[in-house]
């Protein structure tokens, strides 16, 4: 392991074992403190993050770009804040750290012998939306994690959301996508972050007014099993209680190839996406690459 890979890992394990001990306003200064640091220093991310913004908000001008990514950021680090103190959190405080609008769709959902995909884009802290499902619906879920470096870091990843009750899956491997079949076919809840493809073999789609790419795999999922697709959108306010809502399902068309279906439906997904992020700009958390005209490295930061 590297250098930098070892730091990486300690500092966040040092985040796991000595944020959770702040008492909660202390922890959400602290977020607030990174956040405005980071952003006054303007690193690729920030910048990323405020291109990103940019499409989201076309008419927006530099004054304006600037307070979103500033918000952004603190929108980010409050994720990660609620994240480290997650596991000391009691199921009370999970319960009511989230309150979801249209919550019928998802409750029918797991109550159907179907199977259900929920799909959500970078909003707000999925993490908090999972543990709710898993500890006020009392419904286990399967989803996939991108393996990240070091490994040990990942780790800590996996056990942290298996912690909260949900099965984790690497998403490199080959193995995951029967797996989720198999757990559909059952019955059972999947839950998958589907607003980035990370396979580069992705469907391309219409994004705020320019192509993108996003994950094949929910529509897919859906068609192969006859599960239930259904989008979620997160946001967060002035409370300490994040904010969602369910969307209906996501229908297969009656006619077309595999690849169209799945074309139509990702795109379906991703106009759901879209209105949720307009709706909540700042709680959009992509500090990398998405556009397919942004992929260039030569066009600017990652």
């Not at 607030?32 to 920030?46: M, T």
């Not at 919550?103 to 929920?118: C, E, M």
């Not at 996501?250 to 595999?258: F, L, N, Y």
């Not at 959009?284 to 005209?293: D, G, I, N």
Request: a neutral charge.
């Amino acid at each position: 392991m590297s250098t930098v890979d070892r730091l990486t890992d300690a500092l966040y394990g040092l985040g796991w074992s000595t944020v959770k001990k702040l008492p909660e306003p202390a922890a959400a200064r602290l977020g607030r403190s990174i956040a405005d640091l980071a952003w006054k220093r303007r690193g690729k991310g920030v910048q990323r993050l405020e291109a990103n913004y940019a499409r989201v908000v076309p008419d927006a001008g530099p004054e304006r770009l600037a307070e979103l990514s500033r918000a952004g950021m603190r929108s980010y680090l409050r994720y990660w804040m609620e994240s480290f103190r997650l596991p000391a959190w009691s199921a009370e405080r999970v319960k009511t750290g989230f309150e979801c609008e249209d919550a019928h769709y998802l409750t029918d959902g797991i109550a159907s012998p179907r199977g259900l995909i929920l799909a959500l884009p970078h909003l707000a802290n999925w993490d908090l939306a999972g543990a709710w499902v898993t500890t006020k619906l009392e419904t286990p879920f399967t989803t996939v994690a991108e393996r990240l470096k070091p490994e040990t870091l990942y780790d800590r990843f996996v056990a942290y959301r298996e912690g909260l009750g949900m099965e984790v899956l690497p998403h490199s491997g080959g193995t995951a996508f029967g797996t989720l079949a198999r757990r559909l076919r059952d019955g059972g809840l999947v839950c998958l972050v589907a607003d980035r493809d990370l396979s580069a073999s992705g469907v391309e789609v219409d994004f705020f007014g320019d192509r993108a790419r996003m994950p094949a795999g929910p529509a897919l999922l859906a068609q192969q099993t006859g599960a239930l697709l259904m989008p979620v959108t997160l946001w967060y306010d002035d409370s300490p209680v994040m904010k969602g809502r369910v969307h209906p399902p996501i229908e297969v068309p009656e006619s077309g190839t595999r690849e169209e279906k799945t074309s139509v439906m990702t795109q379906a997904l991703a106009d759901v996406f879209a209105k949720g992020i307009a709706d909540h700009p700042e709680d959009w958390h992509m500090l990398q690459r998405l556009w397919l005209a942004d992929l260039d490295p030569a066009k600017g930061p990652s």
